[in-house]
């Protein structure tokens, strides 16, 4: 059998299996019962999910003052709450683009369920903002559109506006990328449809696909340039978002180093995200086969390189305070690490800095216990990152009559809770109704690492040789 | 026009890949060849060009980039010029974000609807297939028989080199 895998390369999915088992074991999921811990965890998010509906329209009703914002802390848990989950859309965007144009096979199994996750985070995001309005009835005013008050246009040099147009324009394309992706698979489970109803549903959204090799090429075509196209555009996002803060004359915020230094958080924290969701996923829908050790590893290195980015962020904020001789500066970041949210900083320098060392042991990135909970605590040093930078920036400013504390309201903590139910709701849904790898992409990298380049053939036929080509 | 088709089933992608080869080589007229994946190489097999999308893509960024400068500029400097911070009213700089927003929205969904429409997928279309099976696990090359002069013997012994599953004429085709 040593003679079926080739010396370099090892196979991405593991089990040698079949075209038609990769059908059957993804549409397996979608034709069989949730299971028992399935609704469980769909309840536990959707009363997550309705606490955040009664605290949003409790909110929306009684203005923004329910919050714990004051004079001097105008932006908190709300936009961190934003920039967060801006930043857990972002880890999608990489494995299904950056990683499609890098040749990065081993995406394929993870892909179509990070792009998901993608889709739903920036739901989430996009609804905090919406909230800050204070009038999210008004939300449509921000869009340039010719209007009977003068018409009155948006101000096209605010960071804010900006900001509209990325997010609006990420959570687009990323939809598309997505579904597009998704084309062929339906047309998959459209062919294998037992009832009338999947067939009807899977005929409308399949497109009429056929697998024709001219669509195939066309659509592969389209599959790069959307690659390319989103790849500037996940970037450009989080360097926006990050603008917001930039842009300002506060200090804490007001350093050109922010745009990198956003996107390599967003990525270390949307990896942590994919992590903590596959870990489950792959346990619960069996597929420990498709989503392996190996990638689970190369996911961790990801988070490492990203991190490490994060950490020299940290350090070089520090290090410009001190070298910019700027007396605001340097406070800003002696009262970041000593004054009274110094718990917060040290939180989150533990978690995105000295912990996520651990993972240069081989060892640890290949135990599946300490990668889930190496997860859990990047992501919560990840909110608190952003927590850091707005509420310890602003807090104590430049009238020291006007210093301030600031604790969040019950409102705002259910809100946070509500997006995470919102997320995991929508996630969950997204694990039943739609195939959770793509099948499509899985197939064409089943001969990864076998001799003959090929998928293992059922039964008795032959494994065929591959021939020259001669041109 | 009423043209025959002539089908050749394969299990496998090698085997797919080899007998397109054999065929465009020996020149049978390829109607098309279905996959359940994207088998690289199948399109040059073929010997199809690669596709024109990338510049409907282009055109689509141009025209988006053009969108872009053009309302920012005309909203900013003409339709009401607003003095912020005493800056220029066409202050390029800060424009060039929403610009590249608008390109990147523009020529993604441009490109999108342009092979949807050059594909003609759309939503509800009935897929036509010529084996049920070629979305799952099989490959299926489809060549033009149009009169007697072709030789379906002669075309199942080339493809028996490449582990034929099964061949079939399929008639009732309106190319």
């Not at chain 1, 959204?205 to 390319?228: C, D, H, I």
Request: contains cysteine.
């Amino acid at each position: 059998m040593s003679t079926l895998y080739s010396k370099l390369r090892k196979p991405i999915i593991e089990g040698d299996k079949s075209l038609s088992q990769v059908t059957d074991d993804v549409a397996k999921t979608l034709e069989t019962k949730p299971t028992k811990l399935w609704w469980f965890a769909f309840l536990l998010a959707l009363t997550a999910l309705v606490a955040g509906v009664v605290a949003v329209t409790y909110q929306i009703k009684m203005g923004i003052g329910t919050w714990g914002l004051n004079k001097t802390v105008g932006w908190a848990f709300d936009i961190t709450n934003f920039v967060f989950w801006v930043g857990i859309g972002h880890a999608g965007t990489l494995i299904s683009a950056i990683l499609f144009l890098f040749r990065q096979r081993w995406r394929t199994s993870i892909n179509r369920s990070a792009e998901a996750m993608t889709v739903f985070a920036v739901i989430c995001a996009g609804l905090f903002p919406i909230i800050h309005m204070g009038r999210p009835w008004l939300f449509f005013w921000i869009a340039p559109y010719p209007n009977f008050r003068g018409p009155l246009w948006v101000n096209f040099r605010s960071p804010l506006l900006w900001d509209f147009f990325a997010i609006s324009t990420y959570f687009t394309i990323s939809l598309v990328f997505w579904y597009i992706g998704l084309i062929p698979d339906l047309a998959t489970l459209r062919d294998r449809a037992k009832t009338k109803i999947k067939k009807a549903v899977y005929r409308v959204t399949s497109f009429g696909w056929n697998g024709s090799v001219r669509t195939w090429n066309r659509y592969e075509t389209v599959y790069v340039l959307l690659a390319a196209l989103a790849t500037p555009l996940v970037l450009s996002v989080h360097s926006i978002v990050s603008m917001d803060f930039a842009t300002s004359v506060i200090p804490g915020w007001h350093t050109t180093i922010f745009p990198p230094y956003f996107v390599a958080g967003a990525i270390f924290s949307g990896f942590a995200m994919v992590l903590t969701l596959m870990i489950i996923a792959r346990k619960v829908l069996n597929y420990q086969e498709y989503i392996t050790l190996d990638h689970i590893e190369k996911m961790c290195k990801v988070i490492l390189a990203t991190g490490g980015i994060v950490g020299l962020a940290y350090a070089t904020e520090m290090f410009m305070a001190w070298y910019s001789v700027n007396e605001y500066e340097r406070f800003v970041f002696i009262n970041r690490a000593l004054g009274p949210f110094a718990w917060a900083y040290w939180i989150m320098v533990s978690c995105n800095v000295i912990i996520p060392q651990l993972l240069w042991f081989k060892k640890l990135r290949r135990s599946i216990v300490f990668v889930f909970m190496m997860s859990i605590v990047i992501n919560i040093g990840m909110w608190f990152e952003r927590f850091v930078i707005i509420v310890t920036s602003i807090h104590r400013d430049f009238l020291p009559s006007s210093w301030a504390m600031y604790k969040p309201s019950i409102i705002e903590i259910a809100t946070l809770l509500g997006s995470f139910g919102l997320f995991f709701s929508a996630f969950l849904l997204f694990a039943r109704f739609v195939p959770f790898i793509a099948i499509g992409e899985v197939k064409g990298v089943l001969g990864y690492g076998r001799t003959n380049k090929s998928a293992p053939q059922i039964g008795h036929t032959p494994e065929p040789k591959l021939e020259a080509v001669e041109e | 026009m009423d043209a025959q088709l002539f089908l050749g089933v394969f299990t496998n992608e090698n085997d797919v890949l080899n007998a397109t080869r054999a065929s465009k080589k020996a020149g049978y007229p390829i109607y098309d060849v279905y996959s359940p994946y994207a088998v690289h190489g199948l399109e040059s097999a073929m010997g199809l060009k690669p596709s024109r999308l990338t510049y409907v893509c282009l055109l689509f960024g141009l025209a988006g980039l053009l969108l872009g400068v053009f309302v920012q500029f005309w909203i900013g400097s003409i339709d009401w010029p607003l003095n912020v911070g005493g800056k220029p009213f066409n202050s390029l700089p800060a424009y060039l974000p929403v610009i590249f927003e608008v390109t990147v929205l523009i020529s993604g969904l441009g490109v999108v609807f342009s092979m949807l429409f050059r594909t003609k997928l759309f939503p509800g279309k009935k897929a036509w297939l010529p084996d049920i099976r070629v979305t799952n696990d099989h490959f299926v090359i489809a060549l033009i028989q149009r009169d007697a002069s072709f030789n379906t013997r002669a075309v199942q012994q080339l493809w028996q080199k490449y582990n034929l599953l099964e061949a079939k004429s399929l008639s009732e085709v309106v190319l």
